[in-house]
């Protein structure tokens, strides 16, 4: 019967089907049915079906209404659902941006500190004072930073600064030869003055062969050199390398853009040749030497070299006593003009020039910081 229900179309049939049967009945029973109850049980058969199709029709649409109503709730609560998820993924992102907004200020804050932390430091530092008959005063700084991330890369950074300073004393006595009283005029003045800025990154590329680019700046005021910058890059061999030596060798093409005292600007190419050694001694000694030799292709008697030895002895662990000399010379160096004066001994306003010094020396002793 609940199958029929749900197909109306069934009902419609099976009552069409009845209706000659009722019929057959009354022909076949002794008492026959009537036409005019046939036919009243014809229109009840088809009022019973049109009250069921009714009824199923009223089913159906209840049942859709039903249907559109639960829909609509749950679309209601999907898109409160949609909205409380995206509140809540809004906050979350607000929390997430507060949070991770306090470990950049604090990486920023350690940004230095943790760049810093791989590199091997070593801080030189010097400072000489004398006074009575002659007054003069030295310091010098030196710094160099080494790390090597992995087997193959090393990445070098260097600075060094000198100055010195003298007094000039100028004594005359006032009065008779007997009573007179001394005055002193003391003037001070810079005696020296260098400066240094490199870095250098070599590259492994084999287990002796190395290749290499560095760039220096230096300036040496009173040996003429106002500025130079110097780019270089090249290949070289390692000589050795074990706990206790250290030697290599390296040469390749440069580029220098120089500017002198009283001279124009000048850029060239060149060639460079460098050979470090450092060399471990008795009871924790230690002894290095550098040798660098530049040469200007334009012009191959326009040569330089800078060559320094030092000695250092531990202190403690993390202290250290360096002595060294270093020795610039510059086969070309910069001119200077002086005051030409005449064989009497007048002044005659001419102004001429002539080279500065080839050799630049400098004697230092320092303490070392390694950390």
Same mark, same amino acid.
């Given at each position: +019967?609940?199958?029929?229900? #749900?197909?109306?179309?069934?009902? *419609?049939?099976?009552?069409?089907?009845?209706?000659?049967?009722?019929?057959?009945?009354?022909?076949? *029973?002794?008492?026959?049915?009537?036409?005019?109850?046939?036919?009243?049980?014809?229109?009840?058969?088809?009022?019973?079906?049109? =009250?069921?199709?009714?009824?199923?029709?009223?089913?159906? !649409?209840?049942?859709?209404?039903?249907?559109?109503?639960? /829909?609509?709730?749950?679309?209601?609560?999907?898109?409160?659902?949609?909205?409380? =998820?995206? !509140?809540?993924?809004?906050?979350?992102?607000?929390? =997430?941006?507060?949070?991770? $907004?306090?470990?950049?200020?604090?990486?920023?804050?350690?940004?230095?500190?943790?760049?810093?932390?791989?590199?091997?430091? $070593?801080?030189?530092? &010097?400072?000489?004072?004398?006074?009575?008959?002659?007054?003069?005063?030295? @310091?010098?700084?030196? &710094? =160099?930073?080494?790390?090597?991330?992995? /087997?193959?890369?090393?990445?070098?950074?260097?600075? %060094?600064?000198?100055?010195?300073?003298?007094?000039?004393?100028?004594?005359?006595?006032?009065?008779?030869?007997?009573?007179?009283?001394?005055?002193?005029?003391?003037?001070?003045?810079?005696?020296?003055?260098?400066?240094?800025?490199?870095?250098?990154?070599?590259?492994?590329?084999?287990?002796?062969?190395?290749?290499?680019?560095? @760039?220096?700046?230096?300036?040496?005021? @009173?040996?003429?050199?106002?500025? #130079?910058?110097?780019?270089?890059?090249?290949?070289?061999?390692?000589?050795?390398?074990?706990?206790?030596?250290? +030697?290599?060798?390296?040469?390749?093409?440069?580029?220098?853009?120089?500017?002198?005292?009283?001279?124009?600007?000048?850029?060239?190419?060149?060639?460079?040749?460098?050979?470090?050694?450092?060399?471990?001694? %008795?009871?924790?000694?230690?002894?290095? *030497? &550098?040798?660098?030799?530049?040469?200007?292709?334009?012009?191959?008697?326009?040569? #330089?070299?800078?060559?320094?030895?030092?000695?250092?002895?531990?202190?403690?662990?993390?202290?250290?006593?360096?002595?060294?000399?270093?020795?610039?010379?510059?086969?070309?160096?910069?001119? +200077?003009?002086?005051?030409?004066?005449?064989? !009497?001994?007048?002044? $005659?306003?001419?102004?001429?020039?002539?080279?500065?010094?080839?050799?630049?020396? @400098?004697?230092?002793?320092?303490?070392?910081?390694?950390?």
């Amino acid at each position: +019967m609940k199958y029929l229900i #749900r197909k109306p179309e069934l009902i *419609t049939w099976v009552c069409l089907l009845l209706t000659p049967l009722f019929g057959w009945a009354g022909l076949v *029973t002794e008492n026959p049915i009537s036409s005019a109850h046939q036919i009243t049980i014809k229109e009840c058969l088809l009022d019973n079906c049109q =009250t069921s199709l009714n009824s199923y029709q009223e089913l159906q !649409e209840k049942t859709a209404r039903q249907q559109k109503t639960e /829909e609509e709730k749950k679309e209601k609560e999907n898109e409160e659902q949609k909205s409380t =998820t995206k !509140e809540t993924k809004q906050e979350e992102e607000q929390v =997430t941006e507060k949070t991770s $907004t306090k470990p950049t200020e604090t990486e920023r804050k350690k940004n230095f500190i943790d760049w810093i932390n791989p590199w091997k430091k $070593t801080l030189e530092l &010097s400072y000489v004072v004398t006074g009575g008959n002659t007054l003069s005063s030295s @310091f010098s700084f030196g &710094s =160099t930073l080494t790390r090597s991330p992995n /087997e193959k890369d090393t990445y070098t950074l260097k600075t %060094f600064l000198l100055r010195s300073h003298s007094t000039r004393v100028v004594r005359k006595a006032i009065g008779t030869e007997t009573s007179f009283t001394v005055e002193e005029e003391k003037t001070r003045q810079l005696s020296a003055e260098n400066y240094l800025l490199s870095g250098q990154y070599d590259r492994r590329v084999t287990g002796r062969l190395i290749t290499n680019l560095a @760039f220096v700046w230096d300036r040496n005021k @009173f040996s003429g050199v106002s500025g #130079r910058a110097l780019w270089t890059a090249g290949a070289g061999l390692v000589l050795a390398d074990s706990a206790r030596t250290k +030697m290599r060798t390296q040469a390749g093409v440069s580029f220098t853009v120089r500017k002198y005292s009283q001279q124009p600007v000048s850029a060239f190419l060149g060639f460079r040749y460098s050979f470090n050694w450092e060399q471990k001694l %008795f009871d924790n000694a230690s002894f290095s *030497t &550098s040798f660098i030799f530049d040469d200007n292709l334009a012009r191959i008697s326009d040569w #330089r070299y800078d060559w320094s030895l030092h000695l250092a002895a531990p202190l403690s662990k993390n202290l250290a006593l360096k002595t060294g000399v270093r020795i610039l010379r510059n086969h070309k160096p910069p001119m +200077m003009t002086i005051p030409l004066f005449s064989p !009497e001994g007048y002044e $005659t306003g001419i102004q001429v020039s002539i080279p500065r010094g080839k050799v630049d020396n @400098f004697f230092t002793t320092t303490i070392v910081f390694n950390f």
